[in-house]
């Protein structure tokens, strides 16, 4: 259980860490000036290991900043370093039919396009903050048109050329996860009619289709019937995404004034994939699971990433302060111990991002093609906003 | 340094194990007599996790079963076994356009495509170790005919989509090295006019472009100039692979008439990547390094893959057997003596193929979509064929 104090210790802590520890790690030094955008491929102690940008990381800091502007302090500086990030995508990551890259060159020169749409839906979030921090009505334009992008791409009206023959059609919940976090954030900073019908169904689609209450468990990818493909991809579980979906959906459920069916369906997926995920030897969330204990293909199965761990902290801590259940105190308080032990960098500040099973490092990076400022600052953000609501109110 | 006993122990070693140990892993329970090729996604003990098919894997089992009549006894139930697999590929698993898919159903229903030619590249090394098995000149010519369409692809007459844009044109590796093996086995199975010049000319391309004196180092990729691309992907080194193409090049060293040239070259390769895989503190070759000691991206980087101690077993015992040099029986030595050590599933048979860096076994595959009847039994084969010269010669 936590007491109010306990509480308001917590959110002294994520703020201190967020302003004084995460936030310096990048900022300021990787503005790029000269560029555009944000140098972010950082070694352990800042040092610049590859000046190449992420188009996904890109979006997502300019969101951040642009949040940190909205919710923490209106510092000039955050809000002139969103502008940076918001410039560079709309000016330099986009191709001739309007398609976001993946990954581009310090200067915006294209690298790799992927068929995906998850740079554009980072393109969304961060541009709708930029248009709230900044008042720009073009950034608002804009995030709505790429924000219509998205949900055709989502729908299936815009087709991605597709990795797999039609053999064996799957269906992952990544879409629909994606979809309901990148309407929130649409919705909570600059409003838009479409998104509380869109999210209810993308919600609909998951508890019809991935949520399986017979096994206990959330699916990452089943056939369009919903059923379980008993193939080694489709029995693999990704425990700390499934997490990041239950506390997407009990965030909706709050929104829609604690809802019932909502919270208790965040909550069953959370308990659900704790139960699968969490390692009952080492502590912390494992990356992938199967779902009939069989082998993982995936090589780094057993390694403990950063972002599954700031995922189970949001959702242990949401789901306590929704429901007052004290087993999700119980949760949160080992998921926090365990992480900010074992990934927190005392001496250059921010989380390393790899762990092995047994805790120890396995590599160095704060910064690549795949982490950056992002999930960490986010979960203390959010966390922080979530406990200021709940001590407010008691 | 070993002794003409100690080759003599280490040629029943590797036969002993070969014969008794790995081949009764696959066979006879691999087999698919229903829909031709071979079920190879098995676990620890052998039971099946999944009834696909890798067309790599089912192209590289043939290769095995039908060289293992070949060279080893001529089994019925091994040409029986090969038939099986060249039958499958042939009539299974090329697409409309004559390409060949990734991956298959059980039956032969495609599940996925993708851009490289590797499949084209098992399969000529199968249907030309068949041909020579079975004495089918269909199979013969089906092989020089696939090789040629691998040579259009490795010449960039033939176009394969590229995953990347035309800001920072690279190439591999991988193409060069792929090809030498692939031209060796189809001249020394079937003959074939074109390999010695082919050959001669990979060679020379990888020596140009990617073994880099001045930092005792082989590339796995470099810009068209053969510079060191100084971003993430760039730096990324592959010691076992590097490893497996010096084998390749001391192969064909010896069978150039003990090539003085090619020997060094092939010595200077392990001997550069020896010195940058091999693990210091626990042994074994590590997966990957960066040239400048800067963190991998990829996260199994610091695993220990079974591939990688076959490769570097083949390589250190040729370098061995073709110098003299006792620096290479001792390194010989600790490769091998890890590898039995802690890959080798004594109770099952075959090995583990995922360690993690300290040893112990990150998950219990012994196929996948990855892993199957190759990298190990070929390993045995060639250090068994490679003593019996050396032992008949003194």
């Known amino acids: 259980m936590y007491s109010q104090q306990q509480l308001e210790e917590l959110a002294s802590f994520y703020k201190d860490q967020l302003v004084n520890d995460t936030i310096p790690f990048w900022f300021p030094r990787s503005y790029d000036t000269e560029n555009g955008g944000y140098l972010l491929m950082r070694d352990a102690d800042g040092t610049l290991i590859d000046t190449d940008k992420a188009v996904w990381i890109q979006g997502r800091a300019c969101w951040l900043l642009a949040t940190l502007y909205n919710t923490v302090e209106s510092k000039q500086e955050w809000l002139d370093g969103a502008k940076l990030g918001y410039e560079f995508i709309r000016d330099k990551c986009f191709d001739a039919a309007g398609k976001l890259y993946f990954h581009v060159d310090q200067r915006g020169n294209p690298i790799r396009m992927r068929r995906y749409f998850f740079s554009e839906t980072f393109a969304v979030i961060a541009f709708a903050a930029y248009a709230k921090a900044s008042g720009d009505e073009n950034a608002a334009e804009l995030a709505r048109e790429i924000f219509g992008t998205c949900i055709a791409y989502a729908s299936g009206e815009k087709r991605m050329t597709s990795k797999y023959e039609d053999t064996r059609p799957t269906k992952g919940i990544g879409i629909p996860m994606i979809m309901i976090n990148t309407a929130q954030q649409l919705r909570e900073n600059i409003g838009d009619g479409r998104c509380d019908d869109a999210i209810a169904g993308w919600i609909q689609e998951i508890e019809t289709y991935f949520v399986k209450e017979d ?23 990704n425990p700390g995404h499934a997490i990041e979906g239950a506390w997407f959906i009990l965030h909706e459920a709050k929104y829609r004034n604690h809802d019932p069916h909502l919270t208790d369906l965040g909550c069953r997926m959370l308990d659900y994939m704790w139960e699968r995920g969490w390692d009952k030897e080492h502590g912390g969330i494992l990356y992938f699971r199967d779902v009939f204990n069989k082998p993982v293909q995936e090589y780094w199965q057993d390694m403990k990433f950063w972002w599954p761990q700031n995922e189970t902290i949001i959702a242990t801590l949401l789901a306590f302060l929704m429901t007052g259940d004290e087993k999700y105190a119980e ?52 966390c922080l906003q979530l406990l200021k609501q709940y001590i407010n109110k008691k």
Chains 1, 2 share one sequence.
């Not at 369009?224 to 080694?232: F, N």
């Not at 099973?357 to 160095?364: D, L, M, V, Y």
Request: net charge negative; hydrophobic share 35%; aromatic share 14%.
């Open 215 to 237: 096994i206990q468990c959330v699916m990452e990818q089943v056939a369009l019937d919903g059923s379980i493909i008993d193939h080694i991809d489709g029995r693999t579980l």
């Open 331 to 382: 949760m949160h308080r080992a998921i926090h111990e365990y992480a900010y032990t074992h990934f927190h960098d005392k001496e250059h500040g921010e989380w390393f991002g790899y762990l092995h099973r047994n805790g120890s490092i396995a590599q160095t990076a704060k910064g690549n093609l795949f982490k950056g400022p992002f999930h960490l600052p986010r979960q203390e953000w959010y």
